[in-house]
């Protein structure tokens, strides 16, 4: 076999162990000037050899959760793509949901949306081992509470997956205060005790403002005193 053809099979094999690569990891594996480098990645990507997910970035590989919290840094997967990844939810969303700490924009890997979803709460997320990569993944209860506030979840989803046997309900509640996020706080309160959860008295942080229960329903609805909600479901 022609020698430039193995080069080019031993590089591939070795990239194929990187969620992502960038030029400056192919001239770390092949030893040579950027402007080789460069060419050469161009020539793989256009032979699709190798997949271009941004300026800068590849993969080898066509599943996006392998890659995506890697694209920006620190990141990791959450809201509807969590809860599926969980099995608390059968919808399966068409968007791959990143949390980022900072806004950027979002981007399409072949048919599938990547979206940069910005949070101030920046925690509550692990390493998973997914398909022989580690990924960057919430923890359940963690993307129950960021779907809560971001208001890309269906609120039905999202009760639906308060309600696994899975959730572990006093790390929710304790991620909840720790967000001192008042909106929040109230309507997960209100949840949960509308599904018999006892709450053992965690959540007081109410105060004399009615929020809506569903932020994607307009503000009219049944008032619930205690909580300070506006209970807007159909």
Known sequence: MHVKIMKTINLLKILQKYAIFTENDVAKIVKKKPQYVKTLVYRLNKQKMVNKIERGKYTLNDDVLIFSSYIMTPSYI???????????????????????????????YKNILIEFVKTKYFFGYKKENYRGFEIFMAEPEKAIIDSLISKKVPLDEIISSIKNKSIDTKKLINYAIKTKNKSLIK????????????????????????VVLDTALEKKGKLIKKWRIIDNRK
Not at 80 to 99: D, H
Not at 187 to 204: A, H, V
Request: no cysteine.
């Open 187 to 210: 309507r997960l309160g209100f949840i949960l005790e509308e599904n018999k959860y006892n709450l053992q008295k965690r959540l007081k942080f109410v105060d004399n403002n009615y």
């Open 78 to 108: 959450g809201l509807w793509s969590a809860i599926r990844y969980y099995n608390l939810t059968e919808q399966m969303p068409k968007t791959i949901f990143v949390m980022v700490p900072r806004s950027r924009s979002s981007l399409r």
